[in-house]
């Protein structure tokens, strides 16, 4: 059963504009969540976290929000640039010994 | 960049056939994992490690064995390599990243495919 869910498979943005990527997750016990970014033949990379004590954090033109009533994270990116295309994974522990990724979203910025 | 190979890069072989997959680390890290990417499927979790000799089965471990006699190698066996199989193999390890809490750094991964 999918823990981590990112119901956008693709997502296209004009350059310059924002991009909001969308996660959500069903067990309350996740304390602390994470983005990753993949190009194609690559490893995933790390881009952001956040922890549960707090509702948003920044960094750069990356912006990462929680919502934990709603179970619900989402990355922000102003302004997207065509660098930014690749298929970005959210990712929660609870223990920071297993970690649960959502199926990607793949994100498209047009020039 | 994290000190993360994976051997082989590529791998064609044969159902039936044990196959080994081998990633090394030159940080010294504790935690090691195994996952598969697959369309549809992200990232999933095959084995994990936290010590040499410990280590503790992910979600999709059926088919798979890990070994970990050194902290800097991890290695993925699949003893009879079956069509299913066919996937793209990532290992990672587990450092101090983000606000204040772990992160995994991964390496560039295993493309495997099982004829």
């Known amino acids: 059963d999918q823990q981590v869910k990112q119901n956008s498979p693709s997502l296209s943005v004009q350059e310059g504009r924002i991009s909001i990527l969308n996660c959500d997750y069903t067990?309350?016990?996740?304390?602390?969540f994470l983005w990753y970014k993949k190009y194609p033949a690559e490893g995933p990379t790390f881009l952001i976290s956040?922890?549960?004590?707090?509702d948003k954090n920044e960094d750069g033109r990356f912006t990462v929000f929680l919502n934990k009533s709603a179970k619900h994270l989402s990355l922000h990116i102003v302004p997207s640039q065509p660098g930014d295309s690749a298929v970005y994974f959210c990712?929660?522990?609870?223990?920071?010994?297993?970690?649960?990724f959502g199926t990607g979203t793949s994100l498209t910025v047009i020039p | 960049d994290a000190g993360i190979t994976q051997s082989p890069r590529h791998k064609v072989t044969e159902t039936g056939t044990p196959v080994t997959l081998r990633c090394h680390q030159t940080?010294?890290?504790?935690?090691m994992y195994w996952y598969r990417q697959d369309p549809g499927h992200g990232l999933r979790l095959i084995h994990y490690?936290?010590?040499?000799?410990?280590?503790d089965k992910g979600e999709v471990s059926d088919g798979y064995s890990v070994s970990r006699s050194k902290t800097e190698d991890f290695l993925l066996t699949l003893e009879s390599a079956t069509s299913s199989q066919t996937s793209v193999y990532f290992c990672?390890?587990?450092?101090?990243?983000?606000?204040?809490?772990?992160?995994?750094?991964f390496g560039p991964g295993t493309r495997l495919l099982v004829l």
């Open positions: 067990n309350s016990m996740f304390d602390y």
């Open positions: 490690s936290y010590g040499v000799k410990d280590t």
């Open positions: 990712a929660a522990t609870m223990t920071g010994n297993q970690f649960y």
């Open positions: 990672a390890i587990r450092a101090s990243g983000g606000t204040g809490g772990e992160t995994q750094y």
């Open positions: 940080e010294n890290h504790r935690y």
């Open positions: 956040i922890s549960s004590i707090k």
